[in-house]
């Protein structure tokens, strides 16, 4: 149909005239609301972005000639990182008189995948670069999976902390309900812990 004719519908219509094919042997164009179609277009484009799962990479860097506790502490990040459900990047950087030594810093990246290896796998084995000898080790878990453990860890902790409350309170009521003697005793009680949380 001739571009004036499909114009003169379109206004008809109260639509927009929406060219789909260019490339086509004739063009193909398409009647519709095309701030409709630009917004259900957004809404799926936001959809696609909620349900996608951003792995980040988080670095951390050790020397070969690391203290045990550094070491022990530096793979209690490497845990955490990784019951997170991100992936972690282990980079052992050497200096002078090391660089000859790679076997050191090999040794050290094996111990580390071994003390973590029930949170995670080595996806991508050590290797010299340079100055620094890098090995990647990815999490088990999803980071969806890791948020929802996390969630109900949470959950579980609010819980234990209300049912806790419930019981101390059930007891002053106890104590109230008791008489004079019992609410002298709880009024001691309760300064004798203030006494020790004030020294």
Same mark, same amino acid.
């Given at each position: 149909?001739?571009?004036?004719?499909?114009?003169?519908?379109?206004?008809?219509?109260?639509?927009?005239?929406?060219?789909?094919?260019? &490339?086509? $042997?004739?063009?193909?164009?398409?009647?519709?609301?095309?701030?409709?179609?630009?917004?259900?277009?957004?809404?799926?484009?936001?959809?696609?972005?909620?349900?996608? +799962?951003?792995?980040?990479?988080? *670095?951390?860097?050790?020397?070969?000639?690391?203290?045990?506790?550094?070491?022990?502490?530096?793979?209690?990040?490497?845990?955490?990182?990784?019951?997170?459900?991100?992936?972690?990047?282990? +980079?052992?950087?050497? $200096?002078? $008189?090391?660089?000859?030594?790679?076997?050191?810093?090999?040794?050290?990246?094996?111990?580390?995948?071994?003390?973590?290896? *029930?949170?995670?796998?080595?996806?991508?084995?050590?290797? &010299?670069?340079?100055?620094?000898? +890098?090995?990647?080790?990815?999490?088990?878990?999803?980071?969806?999976?890791?948020?929802?453990?996390?969630?109900?860890?949470?959950?579980?902790?609010?819980?234990?902390?209300?049912?806790?409350?419930?019981?101390?309170?059930?007891?002053?009521?106890?104590?109230?309900?008791?008489?004079?003697?019992? &609410?002298?005793?709880?009024?001691?009680?309760?300064?004798?812990?203030?006494?020790?949380?004030?020294?």
């Amino acid at each position: 149909m001739p571009t004036d004719q499909a114009l003169k519908l379109a206004v008809e219509a109260d639509l927009d005239l929406v060219e789909i094919a260019p &490339q086509g $042997r004739p063009p193909v164009c398409k009647l519709m609301d095309y701030g409709k179609f630009k917004y259900e277009n957004a809404q799926k484009a936001r959809e696609s972005r909620r349900n996608q +799962t951003n792995v980040i990479i988080k *670095e951390m860097k050790l020397r070969p000639k690391i203290d045990k506790h550094d070491y022990e502490t530096k793979k209690g990040h490497v845990v955490r990182f990784l019951g997170a459900g991100d992936k972690v990047k282990i +980079t052992i950087m050497f $200096r002078g $008189r090391e660089q000859h030594r790679p076997e050191l810093g090999f040794r050290l990246l094996q111990k580390l995948a071994e003390d973590v290896q *029930e949170l995670g796998f080595v996806e991508s084995s050590p290797k &010299q670069d340079g100055r620094n000898m +890098t090995m990647v080790i990815g999490p088990h878990k999803k980071k969806a999976d890791a948020k929802l453990d996390a969630d109900a860890a949470r959950a579980s902790k609010e819980q234990a902390r209300a049912d806790r409350k419930a019981e101390e309170d059930a007891e002053r009521e106890a104590a109230h309900a008791a008489g004079p003697v019992a &609410q002298k005793k709880e009024r001691r009680r309760s300064e004798n812990l203030d006494a020790d949380i004030d020294v």
